[in-house]
């Protein structure tokens, strides 16, 4: 690992220590003898274009010039050896408030910053190619529509690892199979691909000590703009002060609050697949909320 961050980084390291990276992966500050501080996450025997998959999405990202996205220093994608390295992103508080600072909210920057990351669209749903969520494959192949994306390239597939690996019973996994061909008349208005991040909880949301508001760990694609805001949601980062700047740059379709569920349902799958837990529950209540309105 040394030897390979020596030839990418083009210094040698000075030192390194452990620091938090999530579940999947092991995080390190390294520390190069430039001066530089990086930002380096690895795997063992991670799936191949596993880092890669993920560099392109944050490269993808910042090209909307709407929010801070780390810069991608160096990838490796390699038998023996596979990594990402950023920039170091030095955090500032609890809450993302820096004393003194005169910025915004940093509710109402992330609010606007979305919006517009969001407006900075696609040509068409999806991705240049397929990528992760987390430790799971997610499918990105271009289609004409969003309901047909959202049911071939995301539910459908989940829904059928689950049942395989014993994580949803068969009443569900129907109810899943009938939500999907009724979406059509569920994700709402037709609306232009917007530029996701794809794996939007609040632990993807970091502030740092200048005030600036930074989005990390993408499973980045082109879809509704809404599956964003839901997980946000989900996972209690979508305060109201995000929602009612995010709606002062780009306002939301009618009935976006019926649709918080749907788009709930995704990365509940993604949860159940990975933790189990709770997580079956809370599935089963998005998928019965849908089928309910279906029976009556």
């Known amino acids: ?20 990276g999530g579940d999947i992966n092991d995080a390190y500050r390294v520390q190069l003898q430039d001066g530089r501080r990086v930002f380096v996450k690895t795997r063992e025997c991670a799936p191949s ?14 090209e909307a010039g709407a929010l801070r996205i780390p810069e991608v220093l160096a990838e490796c994608d390699t038998p023996r050896t596979s990594f990402l390295a950023l920039e ?16 915004a909210d940093p509710h109402e920057r992330l609010g ?50 689950a049942r395989d690996r014993g994580c949803i019973d068969g009443s569900l996994a129907r109810m899943l199979a009938s939500l ?54 989900l996972f209690g980062g979508l305060d109201r002060r995000v929602l009612d700047a995010y709606e002062e740059v780009s306002p939301l379709a009618d009935g976006h609050s019926e649709r918080v569920r749907l788009y709930q349902i995704y990365p ?12 079956g529950a809370q599935l089963r209540e998005a998928v019965a909320f849908y089928e309910a309105r279906r029976t009556r």
């Not at 030897?3 to 938090?20: K, P, Q």
């Not at 509940?268 to 997580?279: E, N, T």
């Open 180 to 233: 999907c061909e009724r979406l059509d008349a569920l994700v709402g208005p037709s609306e232009s691909p917007a530029r996701l991040h794809g794996d939007l909880w609040s632990g993807n949301v970091l502030y740092d000590a200048k005030g600036e508001v930074w989005l990390i760990d993408p499973a980045a694609y082109a879809g509704h703009r809404e599956v964003d805001l839901a997980m946000l949601a």
């Open 49 to 62: 274009r596993f880092f890669v998959s993920e560099a392109d999405g944050l490269r993808w990202l910042a």
């Open 268 to 279: 509940l799958l993604v949860h159940v697949l990975l933790f189990g837990g709770g997580y």
């Open 1 to 20: 690992m040394t030897a390979a961050l020596r030839a990418a980084l083009g210094s040698e390291v000075r030192e390194s220590a452990t620091c938090a």
């Open 112 to 161: 606007r910053g979305l919006a517009l990351l969001h407006q900075s669209g696609s040509e068409s749903f999806g991705f240049q190619h397929d990528g992760f969520i987390g430790p799971l494959p997610q499918r990105n192949r271009s289609v004409s529509t969003w309901a047909e994306f959202y049911g071939e390239q995301r539910l459908e597939p989940l829904a059928r690892l």
């Open 88 to 103: 170091w992103i030095e955090r500032a508080p609890r809450g993302g408030q820096v004393p003194g600072s005169q910025a």
